[in-house]
């Protein structure tokens, strides 16, 4: 296979113009290797080798794959509306959406990271990122559902997150935009950036037993822009590495403005530093507003919690908390290899790949070999951190991860290929063309103390000529590749929900042993929940009236509702009896303005409903459950406000009237 050609004058002119496939690969039909049907061919009743989590980007969602398959398997709401799941419908998951700002039901989901332990993936949970109103969240891998989205305060985006510590002390999130911290006025000229905006890194503890996050510190930093970040590992335990750019603190025009200077940084922090200087009282507790919330599997209810301080550590006076390290301009990926002594950063804008040592860096330091400070915080020389650097690799490169057996892949952004080199002698081994403009990548563990070096996946960004047409979006597409030996092969093209940024995947026994099948329905402790048919009723509280409803194969109870006034709020809530694993129900009624409900077994769940007219409204199961999944049906009327019809619920005694022609 030919390596992908691309001059310098065609990167100039892509980046220029934006034409992201001016360096379009070369024999993009036949590239795919003879055996690659069999190698991703998985049986009907067989399962994937891989569970793989794919960020959603602009859709606010995470994505399930299965891998090598490329089957899809699930796609989990996180930050947006989901009506196929009831996700932000329901009165129970409304909470989860909350912020400060009010009820904000979506985000710009980038970025995935899973819970290790010991340096490797454990399987319990996994972080994803809301990077534009900033937020974290924590998926429990035991019902594949979102558990818990906490707030950031003093940031202006959260783009350079979550990436955690090898035992997930910490959840780390870096805002991508400085801005004037909360605490203080932010009434101020977009164009005194460099006096008033600030950067901010926050640290989140994370629970070992339950996952539960809490804010433990924030560093408040020279206002640059965070873009990635990694934690140290093995003998750099105890350190973060973010990359870092717009030094110059240019507020407009930032493709120009913010790409003058030939270096920007990687910030590495000293978390065990920062974790004494808390101890010690050096924290400063600001006073901040933002919202902490969490979902209860045994309330099957959220909610919320307002907080309003955080404890903030000032980099610029602490010393040996934070040190840059100069790295070629516009650095985007930040990432650690597996034996955590190689930093290696990745210059957007650069014609190579920078690997720093972290024994020389921390040499420099105990040296003091600075060449400055930026904001009052040391800048080690390049020289002195620098193990050297991967010469001519391609152009554009994003992202590294590593394979375990001393090899890293990075993405070429312009160029379009995955490139191989070895760690130790920063050598070229292979590079292989992409379809197009690849952004992220991921091995499985490829972040980690142990990768399981056998596929490497291409996150990209553009599909045109992979699939059929569709309109002027296209898929956007991920290419999965075999690189158990010398020579990386690709062996699938699958399409993405969008937009793929990072992802994260593991082996498929870490997690499907401890999936949840059901909800017991006698540890349901939801206070509206009816655990029989014989606990149904139908309770009025001025205006608003309380449905406590069952649904079994093939019925609903009550499916005979009467007494709902004009004015009436109608709260339905519907409980699942069914202890069958994959026997879901839901519940939808004519003129919902909001959406469905969708039931696991033994769950409870409801939906606010508020009629608009008098009449008649069916209601009905929306998830195909039996034979006669059609008839799970019912009827509720509505009468004028101040009718003086009684509130009666039945099922299977209000039958027709026998003395009565049909239609009287």
Request: hydrophobic letters at 35%; charged letters at 20%; glycine letters at 10%.
């Amino acid at each position: 296979m030919k390596p992908v050609q691309c001059t310098l004058a065609a990167f100039a002119l892509a980046i220029l113009f934006g034409s992201m496939n001016a360096c379009k690969p070369k024999n993009a039909g036949t590239a795919v290797t003879g055996n690659a049907a069999e190698k991703v061919y998985i049986p009907p009743g067989k399962y994937d080798e891989f569970y793989n989590f794919v960020s959603g980007g602009f859709s606010g969602q995470l994505s399930v794959y299965g891998l090598p398959s490329g089957r899809l398997l699930r796609v989990i709401p996180v930050f947006s509306l989901d009506p196929e799941k009831g996700w932000g419908f329901s009165e129970e998951t409304k909470p989860m959406l909350n912020t400060s700002h009010g009820f904000v039901p979506w985000d710009d989901l980038h970025h995935v990271n899973m819970s290790q332990t010991n340096g490797e993936i454990d399987g319990r949970w996994v972080f994803v990122n809301g990077n534009n109103t900033p937020r974290l969240a924590r998926v429990d891998l035991t019902t594949f559902r979102t558990a818990e989205i906490l707030e950031l305060p003093n940031s202006g985006g959260n783009h350079s997150s979550p990436f955690i510590t090898e035992n997930t002390e910490y959840v780390v999130a870096g805002t991508r935009f400085s801005v004037p911290p909360d605490n203080v006025n932010g009434d101020v000229p977009i164009n005194t950036y460099k006096q008033n905006f600030k950067g901010n890194v926050t640290f989140v503890s994370v629970d070992k037993d339950n996952g539960n996050m809490e804010i433990a510190f924030q560093i408040e930093t020279p206002g640059v822009n965070f873009d990635l970040s990694h934690a140290g590992k093995g003998p750099s335990h105890g350190w973060f590495f973010f990359s870092c750019y717009n030094t110059e603190g240019a507020n407009t025009l930032l493709e120009v403005n913010a790409s003058k200077n030939d270096k920007d940084f990687i910030m590495a922090v000293n978390w065990k530093k920062a974790e004494e200087y808390i101890k010690a009282g050096k924290g400063k507790k600001v006073p901040v507003k933002y919202v902490h919330n969490k979902f209860n599997e045994e309330t099957h209810m959220a909610t919320t919690e307002t907080l309003r301080e955080v404890t903030v550590l000032d980099s610029r006076e602490l010393e040996g908390l934070c040190y840059f390290i100069p790295c070629p301009k516009s650095p985007h990926g930040c990432d650690v290899d597996p034996t955590g002594e190689y930093i290696v950063g990745s210059g957007k804008l650069a014609a190579l790949i920078p690997v720093f040592s972290y024994t020389k860096m921390l040499k420099a330091i105990e040296d003091k070999a600075f060449e400055g400070e930026y904001g009052k915080i040391p800048v080690i020389k390049y020289e002195a951190a620098l193990y050297g650097e991967v010469q001519k690799p391609g152009l554009g490169p994003l992202h590294t991860e590593f394979d375990g057996r001393g090899n890293a892949i990075t993405s070429m952004f312009v160029s379009s290929e995955l490139v191989k080199w070895n760690i130790k002698d920063l050598k070229v081994l292979d590079r292989v063309p992409t379809y197009y403009s690849t952004g992220h990548l991921m091995i499985p563990g490829g972040d980690s103390r142990k990768p399981d070096g056998k596929y490497v996946v291409a996150y990209n960004k553009i599909t045109k000529d992979r699939y059929l047409p569709t309109g002027p979006e296209l898929s956007q597409s991920a290419q999965l590749f075999d690189i158990s030996g010398d020579k990386m092969q690709l062996i699938l093209d699958y399409p993405t929900i969008g937009e793929p940024h990072y992802a994260q995947a593991v082996r498929a026994e870490k997690i499907k042993d401890n999936s949840r099948k059901i909800f017991k329905i006698e540890e349901n402790r939801h206070p509206y929940v009816a655990k029989g048919e014989k606990e149904t009723k139908v309770v009025r509280e001025g205006n608003k009236v309380h449905v406590y409803m069952t649904a079994i194969r093939s019925h609903l109870t009550p499916d005979n509702i009467e007494g709902i006034r004009m004015g009436d709020e109608v709260y339905f809530h519907v409980t699942n009896l069914e202890q069958d694993w994959d026997v879901p129900h839901g519940f939808a009624i004519k003129g919902a303005d909001n959406g469905e409900l969708l039931i696991m077994p033994g769950e409870t769940t409801t939906l606010k409903w508020t009629p608009d007219r008098t009449g008649i409204f069916p209601f009905y199961c929306t998830d195909f459950c039996s034979a006669l999944h059609q008839e799970m049906t019912g009827y509720l009327r509505v009468s004028p406000a101040g009718s003086k019809v009684p509130l009666t619920f039945s099922t299977g005694t209000n039958l027709p009237a026998e003395d009565l022609p049909a239609g009287q």
